[in-house]
């Protein structure tokens, strides 16, 4: 007999979403690809844990959730998405009422593989419950990697959710959710999938493999980088097995969120703007200037501003920032940077502030309000990642009128033109300060600057195009036979 499907209704499960918690674009992702759905006609539910501080949403349900010995009675607390989408917020205060989402001091916490298996066997069992399952069930990184494999596993039999279509967004191959063997059984995973074409890598397991391994298929969020991880320079040992699955494989880029990043009507910006009148963005350089305490007179006001916010690890380029460090203070500009990371590349901000406290400001934290006010207050925005699967910041600058520098990787590449900013390619020192420098030229020619402007503010990075993207994977996944 045929289940019953609910047509075009999507669950995703995600370790962070806004407006609940985030840590990086992950979060931003999960705040705007929902309702984009909604408004395309799809019911869609985000499951995602109850962390320490989330007030919103109300009790709907309580049950029993077990993974290997570990049993909890989860409360699963509905919160209202824009434009008809809903989350689900997964209470199990023993799992998630901690200090941070992952980990604290740059450790992560040692029971991630219960939590995250937890998350995704409270997100199946929500669905499960209900009378017509998911059509689609669409998983973001390794922290929900193990879904896939759950529906392969335990629930190939069951009534409701037994063959349902899964596609699995990879949003950073960095993150491999690596965990000692031992854990298989305690998630209730036999020893079968420690073999080399299942989850086992390196003698570990990977939460991330198993999602790339069992989903119907796979989206990554640029189709830049979708192209990179399929080779050995990008694609942190996981090359060969996406390559055996290109053809499901597909680059989505992201968009941004269109409301909550716009110049003319941000609330942490002290006057709004557009790209025809601009006049607005010198108080957002004024204000940013002032919180950082540093000069704000007409003088710094004509000198350009280099903004960056950014988790502070390898990934985003600081090793070439400190290569780069004693030029970077003989430049003409200023400098605001905002971040949280590796304590090296704190220290080296924070040294860098105190050698030119004139010049260069330093915020180590996270801080959302601070985030906007750097996007609009800046003239030129640094991201000189490594590798950027899609990367969401260079996106905000061009439409706050920000002009980016970037490196030429992954999703850098793929929205920043010569057009609309600064683009290297050898991933080096002399490279970076090259375009760094060709930008301050550029600054000086209000022609020019303002052209780059304009061309980066009109773009449309608008969710709708993307969400139409993810609807064509969707209807591609359920042509698929279905797996059980
Ligand atoms: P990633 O997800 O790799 O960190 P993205 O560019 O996709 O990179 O997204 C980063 C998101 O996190 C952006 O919305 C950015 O503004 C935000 N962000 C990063 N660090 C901070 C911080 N210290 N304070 C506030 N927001 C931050
Ligand atoms: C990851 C990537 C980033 C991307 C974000 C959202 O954190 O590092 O490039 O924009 O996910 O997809």
């Known amino acids: 007999m045929a289940k019953k499907l609910n047509e075009r209704s999507v669950l995703q499960i995600a370790s962070e979403a806004l407006p609940f918690a985030k840590t990086g674009g992950l979060a931003d992702v999960l705040g705007a690809l929902p309702p984009a759905l909604a408004r395309l006609g799809w019911d869609v539910t985000v499951v995602t844990p109850r962390y320490r501080g989330v007030t919103a949403g109300s009790l709907v349900e309580r049950f029993p959730v077990t993974v290997g010995g570990f049993a909890a009675d989860a409360g699963f607390f509905e919160a209202p998405l824009p434009d008809g989408a809903r989350a689900i917020l997964v209470d199990c205060p023993d799992l998630y009422d901690r200090d941070a989402l992952y980990g604290v001091d740059n450790v992560d916490y040692t029971d991630n593989a219960r939590r995250f298996a937890f998350l995704v066997r409270a997100a199946l069992e929500v669905a499960a419950r209900r009378a017509a399952a998911p059509s689609i069930v669409h998983v973001h990184d390794w922290q929900a990697g193990v879904a896939p494999v759950y529906l392969r596993t335990l629930y190939a039999g069951h009534p409701v959710l037994g063959g349902t279509r899964t596609v699995f967004t990879i949003h950073n191959l960095a993150y491999q959710g690596l965990f000692e063997?031992?854990?298989?059984?305690?998630?209730?995973?036999?020893?079968?999938?420690?073999?080399?074409?299942r989850m086992e890598y390196w003698s570990r397991i990977s939460f991330l493999k198993g999602g790339i391994n069992d989903a119907t298929l796979l989206t990554t969020v640029s189709p830049?980088?979708?192209?990179?991880?399929?080779?050995?320079?990008?694609?942190?040992?996981?090359?060969?097995?996406?390559?055996?699955?290109r053809a499901d494989l597909v680059g989505i880029l992201n968009g941004i969120d269109t409301h909550e990043w716009d110049p003319a009507g941000d609330r942490f910006i002290p006057r709004p703007y557009s790209a025809d009148d601009l006049s607005g963005k010198a108080a957002a350089k004024a204000a940013v200037l002032e919180r950082y305490g540093l000069p704000s007179d007409a003088d710094a006001l004509k000198r350009p501003l280099v903004g960056m916010v950014s988790r502070m690890v390898d990934q985003k380029g600081f090793d070439l920032i400190a290569e780069l460090s004693e030029d970077l203070l003989r430049?003409?500009?200023?400098?605001?940077?905002?971040?949280?990371?590796?304590?090296?590349?704190?220290?080296?901000?924070?040294?860098?502030?105190?050698?030119?406290?004139?010049?260069?400001g330093a915020r180590i934290g996270f801080d959302e309000a601070l985030a906007h006010l750097i996007e609009a207050g800046a003239d030129l925005f640094l991201m000189p990642s490594r590798f950027e699967p899609c990367g969401l910041n260079q996106m905000y600058s061009m439409r706050y009128g920000t002009i980016p520098v970037v490196h030429a990787v992954g999703g850098l590449a793929d929205t920043v033109t010569p057009k609309t900013g600064f683009v290297f390619t050898d991933y080096s020192p002399p490279a970076l300060l090259g375009a760094l420098t060709?930008?301050?030229?550029?600054?000086?020619?209000r022609q020019r600057w303002l052209a780059l402007q304009r061309a980066g503010m009109t773009q449309d990075f608008s969710w709708d195009r993307s969400a139409k993207e993810y609807v064509k994977i969707y209807e591609r996944a359920l042509k698929r036979t279905r797996r059980a």
């Open 181 to 197: 063997p031992d854990w298989l059984p305690r998630i209730d995973l036999g020893w079968d999938e420690f073999t080399v074409d």
């Open 224 to 245: 830049r980088y979708a192209e990179e991880i399929q080779t050995p320079q990008l694609g942190f040992g996981f090359d060969g097995i996406l390559r055996a699955r």
């Open 331 to 360: 430049l003409e500009a200023s400098f605001v940077v905002l971040g949280t990371g590796d304590a090296r590349y704190q220290d080296l901000w924070t040294a860098l502030a105190a050698e030119r406290p004139d010049r260069i």
């Open 438 to 445: 060709r930008a301050l030229e550029c600054f000086g020619n």
